[in-house]
């Protein structure tokens, strides 16, 4: 019977073999397979426990520390070359950036100024007056008077008015109705534009109608200057200027381009968009107004660029064009 002897007793249980990559660590291994810590440190190891480093031990240690220290020390001075070799041409790099960008700041601010300048001498409100000088507005027609007899009748009216003046040279190149819908609850007909082909002629035209009346089925018809809205709007806010000198007995006249010319004691005064109001009432010899600086709104000017940055110092691109190393 297995597990007993011929003397009937019991033998132990035979104990059980464990492979050696089971069997549990002792303290004396260490944690890198089971080598030998003198293996890693170079010094023979001792059977009976650690012994103390010798001096040959110490200044191997130390021989090992001083070559790992050389060689870090050559690596940082090539990575520290490489380094500075990149911020050099960075460096150039931004120069120039901030050299083209200087230049672009200049040429901005020099077409913001020039373009002021031509606003200035030109206003786009002058340029839409310019393609309405031989327009001239007809207000008080009855709108009984229909699209298809508008230029027989103007043209009847023009040869009432200046009888002197040819009718070949009574040309006009259109006329129409102004550009809105009629409304039912207004009395007020809609103004009547034409355009005659001769300037001289339109300007006689506006001449005789200050003093001749023109009347058509007992209604009064008036002859105006087509102008654009924006100089009606501009001459409807100078009004306190215009019944300040009507107080005082100056005669006034709107020039063209938009200005105001005013007449007194033989002197004539011009006030403009750019001009001083206070000075022009001087030239007259009239009391300023007050608040009439408020009456000027001047176009806001273009903006200026200014440079936010400092140029790149001349040490730093010297260091850039270096040779590395």
């Not at 950036?97 to 373009?115: K, M, P, S």
């Not at 107080?247 to 938009?258: E, K, S, V």
């Amino acid at each position: 019977m297995p597990g007993t002897t011929r003397g009937g007793k019991k033998q132990d249980p035979p104990t059980p073999v464990v492979a050696p990559i089971f069997q549990r660590r002792g303290l004396d291994d260490s944690q890198d397979g089971g080598r030998n810590r003198s293996e890693d440190t170079g010094m023979d190891s001792v059977s009976g426990g650690s012994q103390p480093a010798s001096r040959a031990d110490i200044s191997q240690i130390l021989a090992r520390m001083g070559d790992m220290q050389a060689s870090l020390a050559m690596d940082i001075a090539k990575i520290a070359t490489e380094v500075r070799a990149e911020v050099g041409a960075l460096g150039l790099r931004i120069g120039e950036l901030e050299e083209g960008t200087g230049d672009l700041v200049a040429a901005h601010n020099a077409l913001a100024r020039t373009t002021d300048t031509l606003s200035h001498r030109m206003d786009r409100e002058d340029v839409a007056n310019i393609s309405r000088r031989n327009n001239i507005r007809l207000r008080g027609l009855p709108e009984s008077v229909q699209p298809r007899e508008l230029h027989e009748m103007v043209l009847g009216l023009l040869k009432r008015l200046v009888p002197e003046v040819p009718p070949a040279r009574l040309l006009m190149d259109r006329i129409h109705r102004a550009l809105r819908a009629p409304r039912a609850d207004s009395q007020q007909p809609r103004d009547v534009l034409f355009r005659l082909h001769y300037y001289t002629v339109k300007e006689e035209v506006m001449r005789k109608s200050r003093d001749v009346d023109l009347v058509y089925e007992e209604v009064k018809l008036a002859l105006f200057q087509d102008l654009a809205p924006e100089t009606l709007q501009r001459r409807r806010a100078w009004r306190p200027i215009t019944a300040h000198l009507g107080r005082h007995n100056i005669r006034y006249a709107w020039g063209f381009p938009f200005k105001l010319l005013a007449f007194a004691g033989g002197k004539t005064s011009t006030l403009t968009l750019h001009s001083d109001p206070q000075q022009f009432f001087t030239r007259l010899d009239c009391p300023p107004l007050p608040d009439a600086g408020n009456l000027f709104s001047s176009p806001s000017p273009a903006p200026q660029l200014t440079s936010r940055w400092e140029k790149v110092p001349s040490r730093t691109r010297e260091e850039g064009d270096r040779e590395p190393g």
